[in-house]
C-alpha cells in the first residue's frame, strides 16, 4: 500500500493549510488512519486519528481546536485541514493506516506510512 500525502506548503503564523493524503489499496477504507509529525531534531509525534467511519477522532492536546481531521467515507482518503498554525508547527507530516479499524493513537498500531509532506510556518 502507497499513501500519497500532498498540500504542504510554507505558511505565515497564524495562516491555513489542509493537507490531503490516499492510500493506494482501497481496502484501506476499512482502516483508521491517522497524522503524525516530526520537528526539527524532534521524535516523530502523534497529531490526530480517525477511525474507518470518520465518527471518532482524536487530537494531541497541542493542536485541539485548531486542526480538525476528516476522512471520505468509504475511501482510502483522509484530510487534516490546520489552520491558526504556529512556528512550533513546522514539521514533516505524516499520513498512516492503521492495521485495524479503530482511531489509534499509538505509531506501533499503524502499518502504512506516506513519505511526508513539509510544512513551514514563519513567524
Known amino acids: 500500500v502507497q499513501l500519497q500525502a500532498s498540500g504542504g506548503g510554507l505558511v505565515q503564523a497564524g495562516g491555513s493549510l489542509r493537507l490531503s493524503c490516499t492510500a493506494s489499496?482501497?481496502?484501506?477504507?476499512?482502516?483508521?488512519m491517522g497524522w503524525f509529525r516530526q520537528g526539527p531534531g524532534k521524535e516523530r509525534e502523534f497529531v490526530a486519528g480517525i477511525d474507518w467511519r470518520g465518527s471518532d477522532r482524536n487530537y494531541s492536546d497541542f493542536v485541539k481546536d485548531r486542526f480538525t481531521i476528516s476522512r471520505d467515507y468509504g475511501k482510502a482518503t483522509a484530510y487534516l485541514q490546520m489552520t491558526s498554525l504556529k512556528p512550533e508547527d513546522t514539521a514533516i507530516y505524516y499520513c498512516?493506516?492503521?492495521?485495524?479499524?479503530?482511531?489509534?493513537?499509538?505509531?506501533?498500531?499503524?502499518?502504512?506510512w506516506g513519505q511526508g509532506t513539509q510544512v513551514t510556518v514563519s513567524s
Open positions: 498512516a493506516v492503521a492495521r485495524g479499524s479503530r482511531m489509534v493513537t499509538n505509531a506501533r498500531e499503524y502499518q502504512y
Open positions: 489499496r482501497r481496502t484501506s477504507s476499512n482502516n483508521g
